[in-house]
């Protein structure tokens, strides 16, 4: 994969860096908060080599990518050092909804801090499975310093998610972790822990709840949330020759305030208020919540909400100090989607498609689904539906033996360890034979309902919205539905607006696209017959054995020469494959004499199809992909 061109083609066709107002990435996806959802060209991005498909959901213009993600954000990075800064046009009005803008937000607070949660998680695990194999005395100074090594990254939780927050909210990250370390500060967490009965903690007369911080998720992401409005205010009422200072000691002294004296106890209350309503649930009914997630997360991950569920597992574990309801059932629904893509790789006869779903299948298995439900289950449906069906009855084995996450990860077979606590291993038994009832239902179910497409469902399931278009190989060439145009000269593709002849820049004689000629052979980019040569021999009509009628016009007003500096390969009537040489020119001879060598190549009946996709906007060779046009 070519990442820096990759990087380029998606910085291009999502409207330009002027277009980004940030961007991050999770395991498989570039996430994009764009200020003009309607510029992407989001079919280019779909049809593009390295893009596994595009959604735009929840607030977020996402490029699936893969497992390659992190190599295309930092070529983005390198080429647009500035993205996702600041700038005037920051300041234009989000028309997103409301519930839209909290996933974003959610997401982008919690996507960069789950590798040190991961992290810490599993060596909380190691340091289980050593306890309970004996190797390690739970009194002991080894015990106790990777147990602290492993509770650095929740108990300092604050300080973590406000530095992401600061980065979402636009607040000085340094203030907004100095927020973070005013709650976790070692003297407060004294007063706090050393207060009588009756007695209280007051700030000029204002009360201050007695509560400690450590490991807390909400009270640092409002505290701010509400420094992001403060510090605006505070670089206004500044004098400029004092703002150095003033502006973070008015920042500090009014956040810090706040958040000890009402927004630390109000988040504090809701993150009491969660967890009260997850423990009555799951009292109520405990394998209901395990159940639907494990059902629906294909639904949820397919739109981009999934990361929505991630802070209630994370503020499950920090109150409780583990997690039942949100990650076994994503456990559940990963390893079920892993698993019905791997049936559809053993019963294909499609070699394509088995070493789609083979792979698909195995990276779903360790927890990363996107290529699976991209690239096969969305794709034929019923892998899809087998998954639903394996995830919920996981789930629903997980969620009657409350089966206790305390780590986290990215839910899989590799993360089971994140379900060694409490010093025993039943619930991590207990996740492994949830994990397998997933396996094998989802797998049995696809298995059985799964049945190869034919060419055409295939290629129109591909063309559709959020699924994955393979461009590795030559797809549906002369089919009905789908057909490709290849490229007919060596040169630089530009869009027809540019070419100055308004029969072809205002698209009237068809759809299509141009090219500047670097050499002078025209070849044939379909299968088909000649169906119009002329006496000038400056153009030539094809039609392919499909019936898309083209004509590539080589120059403008070239008609003129009456074939001077032109020579024809092919007859009118003549069969003809791709790669066929159809014309010569003579290049430098036709721009001396001041003509306009430019070549449109034009879709005459351009109305007999439903769309008419350009697949690229730079150089190319003869025989690369340049048009796809679709019934």
């Known amino acids: 994969m070519n990442y820096p061109e990759l990087a380029k083609t998606i910085l291009e066709n999502v409207g330009g860096e002027k277009n980004i107002n940030n961007v991050g990435h999770c395991a498989t996806r570039l996430r994009f908060n764009l200020k003009n959802n309607d510029l992407p060209n989001t079919e280019q991005l779909k049809n593009t080599p390295g893009i596994m498909g595009v959604v735009s959901k929840g607030g977020q213009y996402q490029v699936i990518i893969g497992s390659d993600v992190g190599s295309v954000y930092k070529e983005m990075a390198k080429q647009a050092p500035e993205l996702g800064g600041n700038n005037d046009e920051d300041d234009k009005k989000d028309d997103r909804k409301a519930v839209a803008k909290v996933i974003d937000t959610i997401t982008g607070i919690f996507t960069p801090i789950l590798p040190a949660i991961t992290a810490a998680g599993m060596l909380k695990a190691v340091l289980s499975l050593l306890v309970v194999f004996e190797l ?4 002991s100074q080894t015990y106790q310093v990777v147990n602290f090594m492993a509770d650095s990254a929740f108990y300092f939780l604050p300080i973590l998610l406000a530095a992401s927050s600061a980065q979402k909210f636009k607040a000085n990250m340094f203030l907004a972790m100095m927020i973070g370390g005013i709650l976790l500060h070692p003297n407060f967490v004294t007063m706090v822990n050393s207060l009588e009965a009756g007695d209280g903690i007051s700030l000029f007369g204002l009360p201050i709840s007695a509560v400690t911080y450590g490991s807390s998720v909400i009270p640092i992401i409002l505290s701010v949330w509400f420094m992001s409005y403060i510090e605006p205010i505070a670089d206004r009422i500044s004098p400029k020759a004092i703002k150095f200072f003033s502006k973070p000691l008015i920042t500090i002294a009014i956040v810090g305030t706040f958040a000890l004296v009402v927004i630390g106890p109000l988040g504090h209350y809701i993150s009491e208020l969660i967890s009260s309503g997850i423990t009555a ?20 991950v397919a739109t981009g909400t999934h990361y929505g569920l991630v802070p209630i597992g994370i503020n499950n574990r920090m109150v409780n100090g583990y997690d039942t309801v949100i990650y076994p059932g994503m456990l559940a629904s990963n390893v079920g989607q892993g698993a019905a893509a791997l049936a559809v790789s ?47 009855v996981g789930g629903l084995f997980m969620g009657i033996f409350r089966v206790r996450n305390f780590a986290g990860g990215s839910p899989g077979i590799l993360t089971l360890p994140s379900y060694i606590g409490d010093d025993t291993l039943s619930h991590f038994t207990f996740a492994i034979i949830g994990a397998a009832i997933s396996i094998v239902v989802a797998f049995i179910v696809s298995y059985i309902l799964y049945k190869d497409p034919s060419k055409e469902e295939d290629a129109l399931a591909a063309s559709k919205p959020g699924s994955v278009t393979d461009q590795t190989e030559e797809k549906q060439t002369g089919s009905a539905t789908e057909e490709v145009i290849y490229s007919p000269i060596n040169g630089s593709v530009v869009p027809l607006a540019v070419v100055e002849d308004g029969m072809f820049s205002e ?4 759809n299509g696209v141009a090219i500047k000629p670097a050499d002078g052979v025209v070849t044939s980019p ?75 190549i034009v879709i005459t009946n351009s109305a007999d199809f439903g769309d008419i996709i350009s697949l690229t906007e730079s150089n190319v060779a003869q025989g690369e992909k340049i048009i796809k046009a679709i019934r």
């Open 136 to 139: 390690v005395n739970n009194e």
């Open 281 to 300: 649930l799951e009292n109520f009914s405990p394998w209901l919540v395990p159940l639907i997630i494990g059902a629906l997360s294909p639904l949820f």
């Open 346 to 392: 053993f019963k294909s006869k499609d070699s394509t498609i088995k070493q789609l779903a083979s792979t698909a299948g195995l990276t779903g298995l360790f927890g990363i689904t996107e290529p699976a439900l991209y690239g096969v289950n969305l794709r034929y449906k019923t892998p899809l539906y087998a998954a639903m069906i394996g995830g919920g």
């Open 507 to 510: 698209e009237i004689l068809g």
């Open 526 to 600: 379909i299968s088909g017959t000649v169906t119009a040569t002329f006496d000038s021999k400056h153009a030539i009509g094809l039609t392919s054995d499909d019936g898309l009628e083209l004509l590539i016009h080589v120059g403008i007003d070239t008609v003129q020469l009456n074939g001077e500096g032109y020579q024809y390969f092919v007859d009118k009537g003549q069969k003809v494959t791709v790669g066929d040489k159809l014309i010569e020119f003579d290049l430098n001879d036709i721009a001396s004499k001041g003509y306009k060598t430019i070549t449109p």
